[in-house]
């Protein structure tokens, strides 16, 4: 794989999203991207059409370009890797849980994107 990955302490070399879809009537897939990242994805959730990503501590959304996923917006704020992202879009809310201290709770600005 190449990725050198350790879970302790938790670190990786680099990590991919890889993004598929649905053909034949929902009976195979096809790879439609391959994004590098600077992690270990922990963690995936949809958003406004949007795909919001645990990026180890880093909470990012992408959306969909014709080559790669594109970045939109990153919190980088957040203290430990992400491990489950819920998400509430008719009131902006995202809980974003990580690894080892918590829950937390961001809201959505759309004007600052």
Not at 28 to 39: A, I, S
Not at 63 to 81: F, P, T
């Amino acid at each position: 794989m190449g990725l050198e990955a350790k879970l302790t302490p938790r670190t990786c070399s680099y990590g991919f999203i890889k993004t598929y879809r649905f053909k034949d009537g929902g009976t195979k897939l096809e790879l439609v991207h391959n994004t590098p990242c600077e992690n270990i994805p922990g963690a995936f959730a949809e958003f406004k059409g949007r795909l919001l990503a645990g990026i180890g501590p880093i909470l990012r959304v992408y959306d969909m370009g014709q080559k790669k996923l594109l970045r939109k917006h990153e919190n980088k704020n957040l203290s430990a890797a992400i491990i489950n992202i819920k998400t509430n879009s008719a009131c902006g809310r995202i809980f974003a849980s990580d690894i080892s201290e918590s829950v937390y709770v961001l809201k959505y600005k759309p004007e600052e994107n």
